[in-house]
């Protein structure tokens, strides 16, 4: 990866250099995909395919001149800056372009260049705003990061405030974990040394790390771990379910397959089978919306962290149970 960010490992594993395939050859490649596997969809699996617009565009131009009518997107997080050039965003859409997934990560200009993160508050905002107006059938997901160990609350709660009145179909949020061998890992290391009343990390916190070990979270100035992992599930409950834009502007057949999506993954999600039956309903797929709340039901009938955040967040229960569920 070219870039810089100082929270990301991925410079260190792969070098600064990108090697470019041939156009031709991705052509030939997509084309046999579909003619030969009925492919409809394909995903770049490269985080940076989108950097080299020269390049890019020649393969979309491909696309469009073969009329190989299939959707494609870039996986991971695309760069905001990619998509400014309006007509760069035409050709792409144009060629199949279907889905964004734009690496917004913060709310705050000082923060993104704190992390040296190449993308600024008003560029998400004029981005945002282009698709909506020129692509309103478009799928526009963002992605952010909270917790950076500088932050202090009200800077993670302005980029949760951000996502929300962004109206994005789905909003992804990340909590930050501190990768050894990264530039905000060494700052932090040296911050703890120089200032002894910050927590000190785990003896092991620099000899021994695994993804999921909690030695990679840290604390801030006036939050702490277990704050952030609640605010960031809170806003996750709500902007993406409680209030999806989707179920608002109409788009009822998106945000179903969102939410199946979910309970694909997720099986006991209460709050993805009660916004599903909704969904459903509103559609008119009766049965489905009937399966839907009896699958919340059955979960709700027991003390779980469902039946704890329908209280916090003061949800009612979604359909025909709602009496019994309530009383139980």
Known sequence: CPYACKFCTAKNFWGRRIRYRDAISVLDEMQELKERYGATVVVINDDNYLLNKAKVSEIMKGMVERKLNIKWYAGGGTAVRAFLDEGFLDLAVN????????????????????????????????????????????????????GFPFELKQDILNTLEFSRELELDWCSYSVFKLFPNTELYDEYINQVNADQRLTTPDPSFETHYEYSSDILNVNGADWDKAWLFKIQYRYNLVVNFLENRNIRYGYLEQVLRDFQYVISISPRHAIAYRQAALVAGKLGYIGLAKEYEQREYDIMTVSNEFTEWYKQLKVPFSGQHSNNVEAA
């Open 95 to 146: 060629s199949g372009y279907c889905c964004f997934n734009l690496a917004i990560e913060s709310s705050s200009d000082e923060t993104l260049k704190r992390v040296v993160k190449p993308v600024r508050v008003d560029e998400v905002r004029k981005l945002v705003k282009m698709i909506r107006s020129k692509y309103p059938q478009l799928w526009v997901c963002g992605y952010f990061i909270i």
